[in-house]
């Protein structure tokens, strides 16, 4: 079987600006954010990946979701090198692919819950978007919520709405970048126990990201990263 | 779900979370001002074409000096239009043993076609509007005839072989232009009267029209008709090539209406692209995360252009009908002012209105969009990526483009429009740099202020006032583009005011109410002195009076002066007899443009004036050669003149230097101001120099001066659209940086700040912004006002020095309201809301 994720000896490196004064002969500073880095990950997985902040996870999850291009090494989702698609090309590879659940919520201001949870499937042209989104909200316990804004619902809810808004499209694999960054321990915990609920429900594959070592440990399998550099797991004492 | 549903579900999501409000306000007032001001000057355009048309007395007149062929006459009511004919001559009027020369007009039924005549039962006695005309065997006299051979209602007057009864006393012709005939004294009979006068013989000097008037399509349909079957002696007189001094008033008026559509335009621009810019701001993140769900950027291009196209069509809509009711109610009381009842407006300035609405859309509010199609979809991962900049200069350049080509339709006038447009653009660029420089200096002076302190610990209240200096630094660019949008629309509302005014009143001051009524010509050599000594004994100042001869254009550099040179226009006039007139002075009301005015010692030399230079081909260094008398005088042009026509001074096109025909036989001339209390000074003068003819011209200038009065009043109304537009600015300038500082509130709130101290932390702030965009815009609107006036109107400008003062309050009072407002809404508002909506 082929994995849905496979990363080949992947690098982004960007440049930094000169500093003032300095001989333009010198070669320009760099900025290596990630380096060589060797991930596969199979249907049905979940993977964590963990690091401090700084060590390049951000970066990787944008890589690995065809966000941005690395600038050596190869990323295949479902079998397609990400670098043989343009912009439009990997953005419909998402449409057909991807979930998200981000740290911040990224929920539409404008748009109440109901909405907000609608939009990918208005996008995707998925006929009976407004019936699907509110059994999905029912699902996450937001029921009685359809019509708030998202100014109006607490963080805990707010993310609620995101794994709706995530889950419903039934993505093969689901993205989650820091997905408790922004809550309470408890909160955070009702949070992650109902994205796991989820993701069994759908078997999907999930790739999550985090600082946090006891969310990374309900995963499967964690990798964690360090300046960039993919790095062992530390030898239990 | 087709594309279509899914924007329009999209607008009304945007539209019910009030993302679109400002925008489609912005539009909606922009459509509406443009549309009012429209429709409004189209009427107001089509009455003062009618009006001008009274002044031709029809919208079309047959000049010939022979009888017309009764087939023209059928044309003319063969096509259903009005038809009255007149036949115009001198003669002498004799009553008792008086007589004097006058100008006869016998009439037809139906004339004038436009206009009325006015008559009142006996001199100095009230006068009144008639639709009649004299009946056969009755004349109605001015009050000059009156006068002069002492007639009174009821009495005979006898004109060649009939005797008329004297019905009425004429006080209005509104056809009565200031040609010389009609200086005479002025008496009107009925045109059945004419064949038993015995005065219409062959070889008699009469001038017959044909008066024809209605539709327009039908009136100019007739005027082509016509022309090709014009004979020898025949002409056609339109509102085109009648009257160049009701002309002129005519053309400067639709410059001011058209100006102030040209203000409507810019600002609505400007406001619309405030809003976009607000949205485009605000809807980064969805953008980012709709990439994210996959969908391509084509896709959301198309999506948001839709739901914009869709918002434009809607608001441009309710536009065109806020327009149209709303110069209804312009209209229904702007009728009593002119007093006149303004024609139906045509649906073109709606159409106007809601291309300008669209295009107003694609210009300035389509850019930012575009712009949004390239938001980075990893802003959804890191929220510092923005967008980036390189789209920004051709997103300004269409929409500089678009507004240009608006500009140039609207005003119909390209250098009015580039004027306006280039006075707004380098306004813009200039407020920019010195917004930006300004602020930079602030950021210093604050700078150097705290370290002479020492940075020692300081009231708390000052704490926030350096506070809120500081952030006009650290928000140097959203300031910067604060202080413009919102120093553009104080320009536009302190050009609106202040030097709108300003303008007007120069122009109205163009013909001064001391302005000369009175003319005197035919004034003999050794009558000069004698009658400048009867104005002495009559308390008045003696005017200045001129010499004026009668010559005839003989050659140019030595060439003959052949008609067939010149195109038929010019023709007439270098075939006609000039009067000429020499003196030592440059006289008033005129300003040599090239070459320079006679000196003492100069050879012989004329002095000519420029539009009728350029008419005939006359430059600098030709030499004229002129024929007085049989005898010839030849010099050349030294010097070009522009004349103030309006001064309503004697004013000649060709002047010689004193000594080149002093020889020749020369009459004088003379203009004044005869007060109303003083008219009996007229009848002295023409009761102790017989020979001499007093024109009365204040009827004339009173006609012009209403004239110039209707239309005033009619611009200042469209203004106050305009005003409303440089509102509307002035309210998306403010609101463009309210989310920023609402948030900075509710977070300088949460780390403990009081209610007075984030008060005045902004009033700070504000009150630097307001200043100086006010500042900025006295400078704009001196600026602009002095383009205006001295290129596009040719006034001479005054600079108004209350504008400084107003400026800079107007812009502090804005800022006031937007502190008060904008505190409100982030102080009433719990921060946790603002903080969680960022």
Not at chain 2, 55 to 63: N, Q, S, T
Not at chain 2, 139 to 155: E, N, P, V
Not at chain 2, 182 to 189: G, K, S, T
């Amino acid at each position: 079987m082929n994995p849905i994720i496979d990363v080949n000896r992947l690098c982004k490196i960007v440049p930094l600006a000169r500093p003032p004064g300095e001989a333009v002969v010198t070669p320009a500073p760099e900025l290596v954010i990630l380096q060589d880095i060797d991930i596969a990950v199979m249907a049905g997985e979940s993977l964590a990946i963990v690091g401090a902040s700084g060590s390049g996870k951000s970066t990787l999850l944008g890589l690995l979701a065809g966000l941005d291009l690395p600038t050596t090494g190869s990323v295949r989702l479902d079998g397609t090198d990400l670098a043989t698609l343009d912009e439009d090309g990997r953005a419909a590879l998402r449409a057909r692919l991807l979930g998200f659940v981000f740290q911040s919520f990224q929920l539409l201001p404008a748009l109440t819950a109901q909405e907000n949870v609608m939009l990918p499937l208005e996008l995707a042209g998925v006929p009976g978007a407004g019936e699907l989104a509110r059994a999905m909200l029912s699902r996450v316990g937001l029921g009685e919520r359809l019509a708030h804004y998202p100014k109006y619902l607490s963080g805990g809810e707010q993310q609620r709405v995101a794994l709706a808004r995530a889950f419903v499209m039934k993505p093969k694999l689901l993205m989650a970048d820091e997905p408790t960054g922004n809550l309470d321990a408890a909160t955070g915990a009702a949070v992650i126990d109902l994205l796991f609920e989820l993701n069994a429900e759908q078997g999907t594959t999930l790739l999550l990201v985090t600082h946090d070592e006891a969310l990374a440990g309900r995963c499967g399998r964690i990798v964690r990263l360090a300046a960039g550099r993919i790095v062992p797991d530390p030898v239990e004492a | 779900m087709s594309e279509l549903k899914l924007a329009l579900r999209l607008l009304l999501r945007d539209w019910r979370a009030g993302e679109l409000r400002v925008l489609a306000l912005a539009l909606v007032v922009a459509v509406a001002s443009v549309t009012s001001v429209g429709f409004f000057a189209d009427r107001v355009r089509q009455a003062l074409t009618r009006d001008a048309h009274q002044l031709l007395g029809a919208d079309l007149v047959l000049i010939a000096d022979h009888p017309w062929k009764p087939d023209i006459a059928d044309e003319i009511r063969k096509r259903g239009l009005a038809f009255a004919e007149t036949a115009a001559f001198i003669s002498m009027a004799r009553y008792g043993e008086a007589s004097t020369l006058t100008g006869v007009k016998a009439v037809s039924n139906g004339y004038p076609l436009r206009g009325k005549l006015r008559v009142s039962a006996g001199l100095n006695l009230p006068d009144n509007d008639t639709d009649v005309v004299p009946l056969p065997g009755v004349a109605w006299i001015d009050a000059r005839l009156a006068m002069a051979l002492s007639l009174r209602l009821g009495d005979a007057v006898e004109v060649g072989k009939l005797k008329l009864t004297v019905g009425a006393i004429l006080t209005l012709e509104p056809d009565r232009s200031a040609s010389f005939f009609n200086f005479a004294p002025r008496l009107i009979m009925h045109v059945d009267d004419l064949p038993e006068s015995g005065l219409v013989t062959t070889g008699s000097r009469v001038t017959y029209s044909l008066l024809a008037a209605g539709e327009p399509e039908a009136v100019s349909a007739l005027e082509k008709a016509l022309k090709p079957r014009l004979g020898r002696g025949e002409s056609l007189q339109s509102l085109e090539n009648a009257r160049p001094e009701i002309r002129n008033t005519l053309d400067r008026s639709q410059q001011f209406v058209g100006l102030t559509a040209l203000l409507a335009v810019i600002l609505a621009a400007v406001a619309v692209s405030l809003a976009t810019r607000r949205y485009s701001a605000r809807h980064q993140d969805a953008y980012a995360v709709m990439r994210c769900f996959g969908a391509s950027s084509g896709r959301l291009l198309r999506l948001a252009a839709l739901e914009f196209i869709a918002l434009g069509v809607a608001a441009s809509a309710v536009g065109c009908l806020i327009g149209f009711g709303a110069q209804f109610v312009i209209a229904g009381f702007v009728t009593e002012l002119i007093g006149a009842r303004l024609p139906v407006p045509s649906p073109l300035p709606a159409v106007q209105g809601f291309l300008t609405g669209l295009a107003l859309l694609l210009g300035f509010a389509l850019p930012p969009l575009l712009q949004l199609r390239n938001v980075p979809a990893l802003r959804v991962l890191r929220s510092d990526i923005g967008l980036p900049e390189q789209g920004a200069v051709l997103a300004w350049g269409i929409g500089v483009a678009v507004i240009s080509c608006l500009l140039v339709w609207q005003s119909g006038d390209l250098k009015l429009g580039l004027t306006v447009l280039g006075g707004f653009a380098a306004a813009f660029l200039l407020f920019g740099l010195l917004a930006h420089f300004a602020l930079r200096l602030l950021d210093r002076g604050i700078k150097s202020t705290a370290r002479a302190k020492g940075g020692g610990s300081a009231a708390p209240s000052r704490t926030m006032w350096r506070y809120g200096l500081a952030n006009l630094k650290r928000h140097a660019r959203t300031n910067t583009v604060q202080i413009m949008a919102l120093a553009l629309g104080l320009t536009a509302v302190l050009l609106l005011t202040f030097t709108r005014g300003d303008l007007l009143a120069t122009w109205q001051a163009t013909v001064p109410p001391d302005a000369p009524n009175r003319f005197i010509v035919n004034i003999q050599p050794e009558q000069k002195q004698p009658l400048l000594d009867l104005f002495k004994a009559n308390g008045l100042t003696p005017p200045p009076v001129h010499p004026m001869i009668r010559g005839r254009l003989m050659s140019l550099n030595g060439s003959p002066v052949k008609a067939d040179d010149f195109a038929e226009r010019d023709r007439r006039m270098a075939e006609r007899e000039f009067n000429l007139s020499y003196m030592a002075m440059l006289p008033d009301a005129n300003e040599v443009v090239s070459g320079r005015w006679f000196a003492p010692n100069d050879a012989a030399a004329f002095s000519v004036e420029e539009g009728i230079a350029r008419r005939l081909g006359w430059k600098l260094g030709d030499t004229l050669t002129w024929q007085v008398a049989g005898r010839d005088y030849s010099a050349p042009i030294t010097s070009m003149r522009k004349l103030n026509w309006d001064s309503m001074r004697v004013n000649f096109f060709v002047i010689a230097s004193p000594g080149l025909m002093d020889a020749a036989p020369t009459s004088f001339i003379t203009s004044f101001h005869l007060p109303e209390a003083s008219a009996a000074f007229a009848n002295s003068v023409s009761q102790r120099f017989t020979n001499l003819t007093v024109i009365d011209m204040s009827a004339i200038l009173k006609q012009a001066q209403s004239v110039i009065g209707q239309v005033v009043r009619a611009v200042q109304f469209v203004f106050l659209f305009a005003l409303g537009a440089g509102v509307l600015v002035l309210y998306s300038a403010l609101l463009s940086t309210q989310d920023e500082r609402q948030k900075e509130a509710a977070l300088m709130r949460s780390l403990g700040a009081s209610r007075a101290q984030i008060l005045s932390s902004q009033r700070a702030e504000f009150a630097v912004l307001g200043a100086l965009a006010g500042l900025l815009a006295a400078l704009g609107a001196t600026g602009i006002g002095w383009a205006i006036a001295s290129q596009v109107f040719q006034f001479p400008y005054h600079v108004n020095h209350w504008v400084w003062l107003a400026g800079p309050l107007a812009g502090l009072a804005c800022m006031a309201l937007n502190t008060w407002a904008g505190a409100r809404s982030a102080l009433n508002h719990p921060p946790l809301l603002a903080l969680r909506e960022s």
